[in-house]
């Protein structure tokens, strides 16, 4: 639940040599069907083509706590979708990143 709004999971038990382990629990409250308490967080695969490695995650839980911020179910949704985050790799993807931004880190 997010906001008052059921979003589906996918997955299954990990014992049963799931990948995208979940546990979950017929809900308390009527009608909601069944809760999520915990399961798979940070999800990610890797693999290589011609042009090197090819990398997709996400953050099933979202990114934000914080029910008023934007990014509170935004990856909960795109993961019950079964959507992924394509992780940039090559100097040229990560420069094209719109949201780059450096830090120089010094002691």
Same mark, same amino acid.
């Given at each position: 639940? *997010?906001?008052?709004?059921?979003?589906?999971?996918?997955?299954?038990?990990?014992?049963?040599?799931?990948?995208?382990?979940?546990?979950?629990?017929?809900?308390?409250?009527?009608?909601?069907?069944?809760?999520?308490?915990?399961?798979?967080?940070?999800?990610?695969?890797?693999?290589?083509? $011609?042009?090197?490695?090819?990398?997709?995650?996400?953050?099933?839980?979202?990114?934000?706590?914080?029910? $008023?911020?934007?990014?509170?179910?935004?990856?909960?949704?795109?993961?019950?979708?079964?959507?992924?985050?394509?992780?940039?790799?090559?100097?040229?993807?990560? *420069?094209?990143?719109?949201?780059?931004?450096?830090?120089?880190?010094?002691?």
């Amino acid at each position: 639940m *997010r906001n008052g709004v059921a979003i589906p999971i996918h997955g299954g038990l990990g014992t049963l040599g799931v990948f995208n382990a979940i546990n979950n629990s017929l809900s308390s409250t009527p009608g909601r069907g069944y809760d999520v308490p915990h399961g798979s967080s940070y999800i990610q695969t890797v693999t290589w083509d $011609a042009s090197g490695p090819q990398a997709g995650m996400i953050l099933t839980y979202s990114q934000s706590t914080d029910p $008023a911020s934007p990014r509170y179910s935004d990856l909960t949704e795109l993961y019950s979708r079964q959507g992924w985050v394509d992780v940039p790799f090559s100097d040229a993807e990560i *420069r094209s990143d719109p949201h780059l931004e450096r830090v120089r880190l010094s002691e």
